[in-house]
């Protein structure tokens, strides 16, 4: 059973950038491919990034790419979502989730959630 962690949203302006921390435990790490979702009220979970194990492969979402970056530290059981030029349309809480399998789109591929961490970007 994995364990997910999220750590890191908080308020900020327009333009400003934040950084997500997702950190693992009861599982190997490195054996899990990783994403972010988000989700705001009244709508479904929305696909933001992925990091695939192995080659760290990553995808993103068409309204984030150029803007935020995922990554992973196996070391550090971790998995990050640096967010820049951050605008109000990001605004959601945001999930961490893994995948025992491969990188999928959809959500309900994931075998385990975090708690999630709400981001709200004022304009």
């Known amino acids: 059973q994995v364990q997910l962690v999220e750590s890191g949203g908080g308020l900020v302006q327009a333009g400003d950038s934040l950084r997500l921390s997702c950190a693992a435990s009861g599982r190997t790490f490195s054996s899990l491919a990783m994403a972010w979702f988000r989700q705001v009220p009244g709508k479904e979970r929305e696909f933001v990034a992925a990091i695939s194990r192995g080659l760290m492969v990553t995808y993103y979402a068409d309204s984030v790419k150029g803007r935020f970056t995922i990554s992973r530290d196996n070391a550090k059981n971790t998995v990050y979502l640096q967010m820049n030029t951050l605008k109000p349309e990001d605004t959601a809480v945001y999930f961490c989730?893994?995948?025992?399998?491969?990188?999928?789109?959809?959500?309900?591929?994931?075998?385990?959630w975090g708690q999630g961490t709400q981001v709200t970007v004022a304009s």
């Open positions: 989730a893994s995948s025992s399998e491969k990188v999928f789109i959809q959500a309900r591929f994931y075998d385990a």
